[in-house]
């Protein structure tokens, strides 16, 4: 499993990460290069996806305000952090729903979703074959 703490400590690049409480829409926020900014009402699995998804920002060099690929990316590659190709086979051998799934990998349902849209097309026939088969 993905630790975003842990992530962050190793990070070495002197991120600080700051609660706040936004007044908008937002539930986090990075400058891209040593800030990030997480609200104060997120649960421990909404705190992991969001530090996720923030780093994978850092990560693709998104300094500013992102545009839609740039999100796309971001949220792609969050989804692929923290949902290895084992721990997803796991937890669809046994789940009924997708959010049973993304309890069992600690994430919200939107991270799983994102991580089923990014399969290869291999991946998606034996994910398709493992599950028919269970």
């Given at each position: 499993?993905?630790?975003?703490?842990?992530?962050?400590?190793?990070r070495?690049?002197?991120?600080?990460?700051?609660?706040?409480?936004?007044?908008?829409?937002?539930?986090?926020?990075?400058?891209?290069?040593?800030?990030?900014?997480?609200?104060?009402?997120?649960?421990?699995?909404?705190?992991?996806?969001?530090?996720?998804?923030?780093?994978?920002?850092?990560?693709?060099g998104?300094?500013?305000?992102?545009?839609?690929?740039?999100?796309?990316?971001?949220?792609?590659?969050?989804?692929?952090?923290?949902?290895?190709?084992?721990?997803?086979?796991?937890?669809?051998?046994?789940?009924?729903?997708?959010?049973?799934?993304?309890?069992?990998?600690?994430?919200?349902?939107?991270v799983?979703?994102?991580?089923?849209?990014?399969?290869?097309?291999?991946?998606?026939?034996?994910?398709?074959?493992?599950?028919?088969?269970?």
């Amino acid at each position: 499993m993905h630790h975003t703490w842990r992530e962050l400590r190793e990070r070495g690049d002197g991120v600080v990460l700051y609660f706040t409480k936004f007044t908008d829409s937002r539930i986090a926020a990075t400058n891209g290069n040593n800030a990030i900014w997480l609200d104060l009402d997120l649960n421990q699995v909404e705190r992991r996806c969001a530090l996720a998804h923030e780093q994978a920002h850092m990560d693709l060099g998104h300094t500013s305000c992102t545009y839609p690929k740039e999100e796309a990316a971001a949220r792609r590659l969050t989804a692929q952090k923290l949902i290895d190709w084992d721990a997803l086979i796991d937890a669809f051998r046994w789940a009924h729903t997708a959010d049973e799934a993304a309890d069992e990998l600690c994430v919200i349902p939107a991270v799983l979703n994102d991580r089923l849209r990014s399969l290869s097309p291999i991946e998606r026939a034996l994910l398709t074959h493992i599950t028919a088969n269970t």
